[in-house]
T-cell receptor, first 112, second 113 residues
Framework: GQQLNQSPQSMFIQEGEDVSMNCTSS?????WLWYKQDPGEGPVLLIA?????ELTSNGRLTAQFGITRKDSFLNISASIPSDVGIYFC????????????FGTGTRLTIIP | EAEVAQSPRYKITEKSQAVAFWCDPI?????LYWYRQILGQGPELLVQ????????DSQLPKDRFSAERLKGVDSTLKIQPAKLEDSAVYLC???????????FGPGTRLTVL
């Protein structure tokens, strides 16, 4: 089946730093989604990407749909304490049943 | 703002017991999903409903898990008997339609002792 690998697994940064994380797939995706999950909560959609090469921003977040359609990147600029959480990439099955496959997650921690 | 409701938030049970989780999707959402999230991993789809019908339960361990959405609104996920490896967070999500954004509930954290 499809697998989504995220790196890094975890990040420890200081407030104000920029953050970069990525997600790679063993197969092609037609849509890339980025979610954030806070402790004790369900994932919340941050950004959706629908076209290879697309670059989309949501406030301090910017995500890109890789040209090969097998990867995606998420950047967070000027991190703040509320950015702490786990970031997941996800994508629907290429075979059209829209079942979402989630990545392994990147845990972001901000060091005071 | 409308939210997906789940209960209970936490459940501790002994192995071989039966447990049930409830989900109330956002009003008007036709598609409902149950996911299992093992600690340190991303959510994995267990079952997907379109109204009252199951459209995908390929990852549901049907020997012990069952799910229903009798009136096409709220849904129940049951495990009987529970096993130690069932310890996880069970997330419910809903969307207006299959291709639309999925909104997740807070989840039920299950611990099997």
């Amino acid at each position: 089946g499809q697998q989504l690998n995220q790196s890094p697994q975890s990040m420890f940064i200081q407030e104000g730093e920029d953050v970069s994380m990525n997600c790679t797939s063993s197969s092609i995706f037609n849509t890339w989604l980025w979610y954030k999950q806070d402790p004790g909560e369900g994932p919340v959609l941050l950004i959706a990407l629908y076209k290879a090469g697309e670059l989309t921003s949501n406030g301090r977040l910017t995500a890109q749909f890789g040209i090969t359609r097998k990867d995606s990147f998420l950047n967070i600029s000027a991190s703040i304490p509320s950015d702490v959480g786990i970031y997941f990439c996800a994508g629907p099955s290429f075979f059209g049943n829209e079942k979402l496959t989630f990545g392994t997650g990147t845990r972001l921690t901000i060091i005071p | 703002e409308a939210e997906v409701a789940q209960s209970p938030r936490y459940k501790i049970t002994e192995k071989s017991q039966a447990v049930a989780f409830w989900c109330d999707p956002i009003s008007g959402h036709a598609t409902l999903y149950w996911y299992r999230q093992i600690l340190g991993q991303g959510p994995e789809l267990l079952v997907q409903f379109q109204d009252e019908s199951v459209v995908d339960d390929s990852q549901l361990p049907k020997d012990r898990f069952s799910a229903e959405r009798l009136k096409g609104v709220d849904s129940t996920l049951k495990i009987q008997p529970a096993k130690l490896e069932d310890s996880a967070v069970y997330l419910c999500a809903s969307s207006l339609a299959v291709e639309d954004t999925q909104y997740f509930g807070p989840g039920t954290r299950l611990t099997v002792l």
